[in-house]
């Protein structure tokens, strides 16, 4: 089992930054590839990015590439979203992932644990 708990969601103003954090527990996490997710009200959940565990390489939904940054700190078992130039858009609740797996990130079904979730509201 992994436990997952997200923070650093809030209210912020269009352009503004954030950094949400994702501590882990339980299992290895440094042998978890992890992912960010993202759903607004009466919308589907939206793939964010993504970072594998082996070769920390990262990818990222297209709505965010050049705004969202993801990043790990194995020693803390931590995984960090930082986010820029925050849109109204952006608005929704965060949600982090792990899974062993290094392939299909962008697939909710790929994640077998999740964290419930941080708040973001960005306002105009």
């Known amino acids: 089992q992994v436990q997952l708990v997200e923070s650093g969601g809030g209210l912020v103003q269009a352009g503004d930054s954030l950094r949400l954090s994702c501590a882990a527990s339980g299992r290895t996490f440094s042998r978890y590839s992890a992912g960010w997710f993202r759903q607004a009200p009466g919308k589907e959940r939206e793939f964010v990015g993504a970072i594998r565990w082996d070769v920390g390489s990262t990818y990222y939904g297209d709505p965010v590439k050049g705004r969202f940054t993801i990043s790990r700190d194995n020693a803390k078992n931590t995984v960090y979203l930082q986010i820029n130039s925050l849109k109204p858009e952006d608005t929704a609740v965060y949600y982090c992932?792990?899974?062993?797996?290094?392939?299909?990130?962008?697939?909710?079904?790929?994640?077998?644990?999740w964290g419930q979730g941080t708040q973001v509201t960005v306002s105009s």
């Open positions: 992932a792990t899974t062993a797996q290094v392939i299909r990130l962008g697939v909710l079904s790929t994640y077998a644990y």
